[in-house]
């Protein structure tokens, strides 16, 4: 348990994790994935070359320290975190080895004089309280989505019954369990885990569910990136019949149900888990703007499906944006903008959901405030690490 004077000595931390928190994060990185390799398939390595990872981690260990005193104000950043964890099946054990590198990453960037005997006995009950926070959330998902129907723990085996391209860089799979029994029923903007073996090593990844569920089999929609292990893998080496290692689903970027038009704007391969949300709004009957921006027409993934489903029900409105439209298939050319974005907007009594790319996720936040689009009316999802928007 924190004393107030500990409160007090993570508050003041506040300003030195301001200036040198990716500092701390990336050392502790280094610290973490050089000794302790039984933690490296939990991380991207990808998110750690680009920085993401130790950003999130900054951005994260900052929102802590600020709110040490008000953690109802994090409710929204722990349940992303819980749920991504949960979703690699993180264990408590590992959060002794994560705090045990923290503290040393603080002792070695911050040096003995900030880092002093009080600060880090601090930062030690803080990391603490907070591990313990978090891994009594992750196992209280465990344990719902072990006893719901359908439901498992730990990885189950599931078989690639299809293997579709849906466009030049995404390539949909459906899977199927092994042991043929029902599979749990997520909600419409879940993702999946996996784990995967290789020579080089273990991995595991996340993945959107880009189908409603059925109660019967899962289907994910992968962007092949360039250098990815896991995603070349599954587009170059995953043939139907493999078997692959599946954690339940888990995630919490799903429609809140307020009788609101609905706006969906995505980017790139974000639209896989808008497939999903778009149908389960168009099911209760709402009034729907979904909005896709992408390079061009090749990697536009579920074209003729979106416009079929347009056909079909007249409270959708589709729209598409590319880059390059020398297709003609797409509504506007160019880069999505403020002024476009704010002609698409039926009004500001909306709720929008947005995925994709960071700079795009960045653009539509300052451009939903500037058009006055309250934020408890907004909700977005990311891919690999959280990061801050503003």
């Keep these: 348990m924190l ?16 200036s040198q928190g990716e ?31 130790p950003r999130a981690l900054a951005n994260s260990l900052l929102m802590y320290a600020k709110h040490i005193d008000e953690l109802d104000q994090l409710k929204e950043l722990i349940s992303i975190v819980t749920h991504k964890h949960a979703s690699l099946q993180i264990q408590p054990d590992q959060y002794a080895i994560v705090g045990a590198c923290l503290i040393r990453a ?42 719901a129907q359908g ?37 419409a903007g879940q993702y999946l885990g996996f784990r995967f073996v290789f020579p080089e090593g273990e991995q595991r990844r996340n993945y959107s569910l880009s189908a409603p569920a059925n109660g019967e ?12 292990l896991v995603s070349n893998y599954l587009h170059d080496t995953v ?13 919490q970027f799903t429609l809140q149900r307020p009788q609101r038009p609905i706006v969906l704007l995505s980017a790139g391969v974000g639209i896989t888990p808008m497939v999903p949300l778009l149908e389960e709004a168009l ?15 090749e990697v536009d993934p579920f074209y003729t499906w979106l416009y079929e489903l347009a056909e079909q029900y007249p409270q959708l409105t589709l729209f598409k944006c590319y880059e390059n439209n020398d297709s003609g298939k797409a509504h506007h050319e160019g880069m999505l903008n403020e002024a476009l974005l704010g002609s698409l907007l ?13 700079p795009f996720m960045a653009f539509v936040r300052r451009t939903l405030k500037k058009l006055g689009v309250p934020d408890t009316q907004c909700y977005y999802e990311f891919f690999g690490p959280a990061e801050a928007l503003d």
């Design 283 to 297: 099911s209760t009957g709402q009034d729907v703007v979904f909005v896709h921006a992408a390079q061009n027409h």
């Design 151 to 187: 439901g498992w723990r730990g990885e189950r085996l599931f078989y690639v019954a299809d293997k579709v391209q849906e466009s030049s860089i995404i390539t949909s799979f459906y899977l199927k369990p092994v042991d043929g029994q029902p599979v749990l029923h997520h909600q």
């Design 346 to 358: 039926p009004h500001t009594d909306i709720d929008v959901y947005y995925l994709g790319p960071t």
């Design 239 to 251: 043939q139907v019949g493999d078997e692959l290692r599946v954690f339940p689903p888990f995630g």
């Design 3 to 18: 004393t107030e004077p500990q409160r007090d000595i993570i508050k003041a931390t506040v300003p030195v994790l301001e």
């Design 217 to 228: 089999s899962y289907r994910i929609s992968v962007k092949r990136e360039p250098g990815g």
């Design 106 to 147: 603080i002792q070695e960037v911050l040096g003995p004089d900030l880092a002093t005997d009080e600060v880090i006995t601090a930062w030690e009950r803080a990391y603490v309280s907070l591990a313990n926070l978090l891994s009594q959330t992750e196992e209280n998902l465990y344990q719902r989505t072990e006893q």
């Design 23 to 53: 500092a701390l994060t990336q050392h502790f990185y280094h610290i973490m994935l050089s000794e302790y390799p039984e933690v490296r398939p939990l991380f991207n390595q990808a998110a750690q070359a680009s920085g993401r990872q």
